[in-house]
């Protein structure tokens, strides 16, 4: 008997490095570093902005190590789904069509959509209004969703690009005649710059749930409900103890979170 417990006990000793390093192992999260001010390059090329300094606050409070890992947007799902990272944490609104291929977490951040045009467009009816107009979105957004369902059929021209600052330089080149996009991605990210003084919102804000959804999540893979669930955790721990608040205060001089 003694004999038996002895091997047993060093059987566990044996597994227990192994469950020690999988522990220690970083958790990936894919992000495109192109879409401020939630995710942008510093001059010396370092990732910084809302969503990254958020990703690194929940993995500080879940006790893991953060490894980033950029990806274009559109590649961001099949990435995930071929396990090159863990978890998606890029400004990805959680919406029914995406749930079909990934899991989410709750929220941790939700901003209407806005048209940008040339400042003093009135806009009455964005739907008629926009007949035969070059509307610019990001490719695979929930922007161009909606462009292609709405706005195309009326006769409006949609024109896709691979990240949304290729849309902000045709848009002040001329090339195209409005923007859809998060409000306050185009705010910060083209208004508030020079390349954006002669631009501004037009029309209302775009909040349609069946295609702007319920606020940007964290993407998982679809049947990875532990690791949803931690994220979603510690999206509560944080905003509780007021990290959340710090991080948003950084950035914005509203509350990001919503309603």
Known sequence: MKKILLLGALAL???A?????DDAKPLRIGIEAAYPPFAFKTPDGAITGFDYDIGNALCAEMQVKCQWIEQEFDGL????KVRKFDAVLSSMSITEDRKKAVDFTGKYYATPAKLAMKAGTVLNDPISDLKGKRIGVQRSSVYDRYATDVFAPAGAEVVRYGS??????????????????????????????????????AGPD????????????IAVRKGDKALADKF????????????YKDVQDKYFDFDVYGE
């Open 77 to 80: 799902i099949p990435a995930l």
């Open 232 to 243: 979603s955790a510690a999206i509560l721990a944080i905003r509780a103890n007021g990290t």
């Open 164 to 201: 949304q600052n290729e849309v902000f330089l045709d848009l002040q080149a001329g090339r195209l005649d409005a923007t859809l996009a998060d409000s306050v991605n185009i705010d910060d990210g083209f208004l508030k710059t020079d390349a954006g003084k002669a631009f501004a919102f």
């Open 13 to 15: 000793s044996a597994f």
């Open 206 to 217: 775009f909040t349609d749930v069946k295609y702007f959804g319920e606020g940007q999540g």
């Open 17 to 21: 490095p192994l469950a020690m390093a």
